[in-house]
């Protein structure tokens, strides 16, 4: 390994120049492969003094800012490519290592943060399934190889968007059977594009096609039961899901965190599959555990246990009681406060 490889996700202290006094990189750099790869064809070492390990929440910003810019990039390029072939390099170099180093901070609330979409929710939701699939394949213990192509075809899943008029991706108002019709082409036009993309595996390409299927065969674009549909693609649709409904769009605000769970449980999005769900919200739940919640009877409490058979009803202390809300059928929760 590259000594400087090490530095990948650190922020620069100071303006680098090489030994010639040439400018290579500017102060405050987030240190992506590229970065490190220019430094190192100017022979230069990194020194641990170049360098600074920034606070969590700046990381999660500045990772998830520059990867979304990655990505609109990369989708620029692709508008203007007749070709159709996906820039690989660019995406492994300036996209997936940082959504490799955010998942791997397991804190799910931090990341969520930096992923709410800003003004490129088009850019940025491709990052966030990246990020949410990554970390939903760590819980349920994908193998280290496994996990890598799953971030790759996460980040690629919506792809075939760059396919489809800017007009229909923009309109803030419902669709028209016409409109919806053409939409839907991005899930087979991405596959197409995966497919015919040197680099990419046939696995890949079919979270294009599939993440928008569900377990009961209410999908699209082929309407296929759940046998027929890929681990990668169940959980990619998963965390497709999730973020785009507690993500601002032009036609809503987001939906409260508790109660797209709680949704998502009740398979109002459509039948996802039900383990990889209930991993998914037991895991954010676990999260939890510590925070606030408002009761449907008005009154406040702290979520003290989670309990596997029932996450979304878990055990909360108010005052002198702990009340257990699996047991309690008549009180719920109305929403966790942050």
Known sequence: MNDNEQYIGKQLVANLFNHNGVFVLPALTLLN????????????????????????????????????SAMEGIFEQLRYNKSRRLPMIELRNEVIPFIQQVSEKNDFFGILAALQSKDDYTYRHNVAVGIISTLLGKWLKLKPEELSSLTIAATLHDIGKIMIPAEILANPGPLSEEELAVMRRHTTLGYEMIRDTVGTTHMQALVALQHHERMDGSGYPFGVLGHRI??????????????????????RPAAPLYEVLRQMEDSVFGKLDPYICSVFINKLMQSMIGNDVLLTDGRMGRIILILAHDPLRPVVNIDEDFIDLSRQRDLGIVRVLP
Not at 36 to 57: A, C, F, G, M, N
Not at 234 to 245: S, W, Y
């Open 33 to 68: 492969k590229d970065h490190i790869r220019l430094i190192s064809q100017h022979k230069i070492t990194l020194e641990p003094h170049d360098v600074v390990q920034i606070d969590s929440s700046v990381f999660y910003q500045l990772a998830v800012d520059e990867c979304t």
């Open 230 to 251: 890929t681990d990668f693609s169940k959980i990619v649709a998963v965390a497709d899901v999730f973020h785009a409904m507690t993500s601002n769009r032009l036609y």
